[in-house]
Every structure is written in structure tokens, then in C-alpha cells.
Nanobody, 124 residues
Framework: QVHLVESGGGLVQAGGSLSLSCAAS????????MGWFRRAPGKERAFVAA???????YYADSVKGRFTISRDNAKNTVYLQMNSLKPEDTAIYYC??????????????????WGQGTQVTVSS
């Protein structure tokens, strides 16, 4: 069992930055692929970024060059640095964990554990 808790959401103006954190507890954290997903109002859940235990990273095209995912295994924490935010980035952001090296880290289905979500609102 892995328990995930996100933090760092809030309200920011377009062009601003926010940093999200996801603290993990429970089973061996370093064995997990970690991902960030988001759900905007009226839309389906969408992939944002993922990082394997090896350090390989993946990004949605919509955030590439603006968002950076990283992890600190010593602190059992994964981060999402979001820069140059746009109103269309407004969503609830969820942290997720999938055990092992999943074939498709951009797909939400392999992820076994999810956080409660944190709201990010970008005003124009």
C-alpha cells in the first residue's frame, strides 16, 4: 500500500509559476513510476508528466518546456515545477504511483495509487 498526499496548489496569474509536491509513504517508494495527471472542469483526466525510478521522464506535449517533474527518493517525494502557466492549465492535479517499470507511463490505467488532488487555478 502506498499513500500519496499532494500539496502546493493555489491561485496564480497567467505567466506565473507553482510547484506541486507529492509525498509518498508505505511500500518501497523507489520501485514506483510516479505520474502527475490533471482533470480540468468538464474534461477527462489527462496525463501531465511521469518519472520512472530510473529517472526517465515523460511529458504531455501541452506542458513540454514549461513543466518539470523530478523526484527525491530520500524524501519519498515527487515534484512538479510549473512555469509559464496558462489559464488552460487550470485543473485538479493528481499524483499517482505505479509499481515497477510500466510500459505506458502516460496511461492512467497502470497506476495503482492516487492522491486526493490539489487545485491549480490560473487567472488570465
Amino acid at each position: 500500500q502506498v499513500h500519496l498526499v499532494e500539496s502546493g496548489g493555489g491561485l496564480v496569474q497567467a505567466g506565473g509559476s507553482l510547484s506541486l509536491s507529492c509525498a509518498a509513504s508505505g511500500r518501497t517508494y523507489t520501485s514506483y513510476t510516479m505520474g502527475w495527471f490533471r482533470r480540468a472542469p468538464g474534461k477527462e483526466r489527462a496525463f501531465v508528466a511521469a518519472i520512472r525510478w530510473s529517472g526517465s521522464v515523460y511529458y504531455a506535449d501541452s506542458v513540454k518546456g514549461r513543466f518539470t517533474i523530478s523526484r527525491d527518493n530520500a524524501k519519498n517525494t515527487v515534484y512538479l515545477q510549473m512555469n509559464s502557466l496558462k489559464p488552460e492549465d487550470t485543473a485538479i492535479y493528481y499524483c499517482a504511483a505505479a509499481y515497477g517499470t510500466v510500459p505506458s507511463p502516460t496511461n492512467p490505467n497502470p497506476y495503482d495509487y492516487w492522491g486526493q488532488g490539489t487545485q491549480v487555478t490560473v487567472s488570465s
